[in-house]
């Protein structure tokens, strides 16, 4: 695992869990509100895994006058997630396109393990991480990474808690660093959102998001 202090790093930088439940802000799990494009390889359409009301102050980092709420896609259902995935936000319309999605594997889930499309919606709401959800050194790691997947589904902003640091989280349209906004994971052993039977074994997607291109970025990595 990376051996980055992230607990001094990141001290500054606040960050959140996203779990069920509801606020004031529209945060949520699944649903379609936004035209997803149809996945290149499985031909099924993309997930829309969660959606966040930008709104919402405590995302300020991701604030733009362009977009009122950020959509973080992905196909569960084949190995096109294994590999960088890159979406282009078009607002005005709800649509997205895809830039980037070149899979290897060409590898389908079985029909009756599939993952529903869309995702069943329900209510998300940010929560103030807890001292454990920052490893202060390599020992800690361990701890947080158990707490995550187990214990929430979803971090925001903060620490992105990396299993390995990126090669590149550069836009591909400007070149830009884009901005970490989440990382999600799900254990097979906890059922952390009521309304599917999600599992994403020793997966861990990373989202990424460039304000000034409206393109979001996914990466996935392994435990």
């Known amino acids: 695992m990376i051996n980055e202090p992230y607990g001094q790093h990141w001290k500054g930088h606040k960050g959140f869990r996203a779990i069920e439940g509801s606020d004031v802000y529209n945060h949520r799990f699944g649903g379609q509100e936004w035209n997803v494009p149809k996945c290149q390889l499985c031909g099924e359409d993309l997930h829309q895994i969660l959606c966040f009301d930008l709104k919402d102050d405590r995302l300020s980092e991701l604030k733009t006058s362009k977009l009122e709420e950020l959509p973080l896609l992905s196909c569960l259902n084949c190995s096109t997630l294994w590999e960088p995935q890159l979406f282009q936000l078009h607002p005005t319309t709800k649509n997205v396109t895809i830039l980037i999605q070149n899979d ?13 499309v ?73 059922d952390l959102v009521s ?26 990595q392994g435990t």
């Open 104 to 116: 290897k594997q060409k590898w389908v889930q079985d029909e009756e393990y599939k993952t529903p």
């Open 118 to 190: 869309p995702l069943p919606y329900t209510e998300f709401k940010l929560i103030n991480t807890v001292e454990e959800d920052i490893p202060v050194n390599e020992g800690a790691y361990y701890d947080t990474f158990d707490l995550f997947g187990q214990e929430y589904i979803c971090r925001v902003l903060g620490a992105p808690l990396y299993v390995e640091k990126p090669n590149d989280i550069s836009c591909s349209t400007c070149n830009q660093d884009m901005k970490y906004v989440s990382s999600v994971t799900h254990d097979f052993e906890v």
């Open 195 to 220: 309304v599917v039977n999600l599992f994403l074994g020793e997966m861990i997607i990373y989202f990424y998001f460039c304000k000034e291109c409206l393109t979001v970025k996914t990466e996935v």
